[in-house]
């Protein structure tokens, strides 16, 4: 297997840990510990189930390792051919990371005051730990905007040099300009609706999966230049004969 194509595989691999990481934590793991009106239950369920409420904030790290890892292999594997394109994701997804690993704080802090009740300001224990679940989905709604400024110079490497399917390219740049709209505009619209947004962020999906599937199984096409070497090495070669 050649060096490009184990990068790929290498990136698809952390690419797809960041997916499995990221609904585990948030969509699954969180709503089984986040109270949706009442702080006191928040509390009530991070006693109830300490070890869920310390695997939340392993799993959040988690995130941020397979972030900063897919990061650097896109960087690696895009730096040869589009350089900007490579500092371009390399920079967005770490500034994703960064806003995921401040999110990881805050649950953390989270737990540890909900089991040590001294630590909330002015006896408060259910509003701090409140706070700070407030502050963790605000960090993730924030981040958003990096997760969705990524996919366009991943898409655009693709069809500037073919080396992934066009089309791919073309969905994850739609897509990810869809997610920075849905995350802005869900940010300055208080009514706006959740149909509206996740419509918006559905071309990042459907973009993302393709992306994984193929960076694991088919890693990336040859250089067009690689294959221009080698035609003209057979024709030299036909020539001699």
Do not use: C
Not at 47 to 69: C, D, F, K, P
Not at 208 to 234: F, H, K
């Amino acid at each position: 297997m050649n060096s490009p194509t184990r990068t790929a595989r290498l990136t698809g691999a952390a690419y797809l840990g960041l997916a499995v990481t990221g609904l585990l934590g948030f969509l699954v793991i969180r709503p089984q510990l986040q109270g949706a009106d009442d702080p006191t239950t928040t509390v009530a369920n991070i006693l109830e189930n300490s070890g869920l409420a310390h695997l939340s904030v392993g799993i959040e790290l988690l995130v941020v390792i397979t972030q900063a890892l897919a990061a650097l292999g896109f960087y690696a594997l895009f730096r040869g051919e589009r350089p900007v394109a490579a500092y371009a994701v390399a920079t967005f997804g770490m500034a994703n990371a960064a806003a995921i690993l401040a999110s990881a704080a805050m649950l953390s802090t989270a737990v540890s005051v909900a089991t040590t009740p001294a630590l909330a300001p002015a006896g408060d224990t259910a509003g701090t730990v409140a706070l700070l679940y407030t502050l963790s989905d605000a960090l993730w709604a924030a981040g958003g905007v990096f997760f969705g400024l990524w996919l366009i110079p991943m898409g655009w490497f693709m069809i500037s040099t073919k080396r992934m399917p066009r089309i791919l390219g073309i969905i994850l740049i739609a897509g990810g300009i869809g997610y920075v709209l849905s995350t802005v505009l869900a940010a300055t619209i208080a009514t706006f609706p959740t149909a509206l947004a996740d419509a918006l962020v559905l071309p990042a999906t459907v973009g993302e999966l393709w992306t994984v599937g193929y960076l694991l199984v088919r890693g990336i096409r040859p250089a067009p230049s690689t294959d221009s070497a080698v035609a003209t090495a057979a024709t030299s070669a036909r020539a001699v004969r």
